[in-house]
């Protein structure tokens, strides 16, 4: 009999071309996503080089990181940089025959959300974007990772990658999420536990109950920031929740062509018996809404926390990090994380902007207001969610409670277009990083869900937002 095989080795061993001495392999990439920050250099270089891009069929490119989120975007980007990436892209496309997503294009929006969204992302494939939350594609039950540009060039040159293989890892997250709990929660308490380097070199694989249980969106969420546990990709085996999602996308196989995906997608779950270097177990039921409250994705707690003591940590090095993050974050062990004022609250990012989040957000708005001087935003993950949303009046209710309805893009979630926190200020965002300076120079991020996210908004400082949801 055949030696059971993981999701991973199946997606794995039908896409090497040829393995090399040193145990490297030559990788056929099935799907190339691209954006305006990390292809310049990889275009500049076939171009220096004379040689076209292989596969423009395979490969697309849409604009999200520079650009602005109001009516600004459709003028001059004032940015010098941000101008230049968004220029460079365009003439690149032209040039090379590349498929693009203007702005104008209903169907922009952040890669990771236009992917899946569009049916670009399929399961089984390999698909890669220089970008590292191209892992939120592993959701479809696809090997989908994050590459350099200069890997960026060698895909576009050969369709093909040098990768060497990844170690397995599976985390089952048994029983049933609580009320108030969604898959930000999961991930972000999984991260919790086994810290930032918890998936070192390893791709994980998400299985148990809780997981099956969850929709396209939370699959999407979790493998988004299985990058933040330091793994090389996230996985969810493909089920029917997956190929109900694919069924009908613009860019998904149709008619019989489609039946024929799905007898080959249903091989694709981990054999009994496979091998896996490590395994984590959680049981759902003892999730939380969380928060962070540091300065990376693994200081988190229960929204119920208080701040952890630096003083009583052991450990040198870690005890000087915990103070410092307190520094930035400016809060005062043993203090509550509930009752925190925050400043803005940012839903959105290829974290949390998918329709499904802006419901969530919608569910907490309607009928009540943003707290006094706190900015609010709701940034869809592209047009299509916008337009979604629209059509079921979420914009409405989130106006009327004060939240700013914004154009699709990345937005807050990282300094590199005008949607910025000011120095000093305090978000609850529902993005995946919070390092010193990500959402603008001095600005301090707490990692929360979507309803989390809302819930403080309303309140003007971080709430459990399990008290909003009984009415309370
Ligand atoms: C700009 C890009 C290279 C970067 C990434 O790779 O993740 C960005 O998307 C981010 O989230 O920090
Ligand atoms: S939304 Fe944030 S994490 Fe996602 S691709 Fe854009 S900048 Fe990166």
Known sequence: MAKPRTLFDKIWDAHVVETLPDGTAVLYIDKHLTHEVTSPQAFEGLRLAGRRVRRPDATIAVVDHNIATDASRYGRIEDPESRQQV??????????????IPLTDIRQGIVHVI?????????GMTLVCGDSHTSTHGAMGALAFGIGTSEVEHVLATQTLLQKPAKNMRIT???????????????????????????TGHVIEYAGEAIRALDMAGRMTLCNMTIEAGARAGMVAPDQTTFDYVKGRPFAPKGEAYERAVGWWKTLPTDEGAHFDKEVRLDAAGIAPQVTWGTN???????????PDPALVADEDRRAQMARMLQYMDLQPGQKLEGLKIDVAFIGSCTNSRIEDIRAAAAIARGRKVADGVRAL???GSGLVKKQAEDEGLDLILKEAGFEWR??????CLGMNPDKLTPGQR???????NFEGRQGPGGRTHLVSPAMAAAAAIHGMLVDVRKLQEGV
């Open 297 to 307: 994705p693994e200081a988190v707690l229960p929204i119920t926390g208080t701040v």
């Open 378 to 380: 709701v940034v869809p």
């Open 87 to 100: 220029e460079t892209l365009e003439r690149n496309v032209a040039e090379f025959g590349v498929p693009y």
């Open 427 to 433: 978000s609850a965002s529902t993005s995946n990083r």
């Open 173 to 199: 997250v048994d029983g049933t999420l609580p009320a108030g709990c969604t898959a930000k929660d999961i991930v972000l308490a999984i991260i919790g536990r086994i810290g930032t380097g918890g998936g």
């Open 407 to 412: 154009e699709a893009g990345c937005s807050m």
């Open 115 to 123: 992917g899946p969204e569009l049916g670009l992302s399929l399961p």
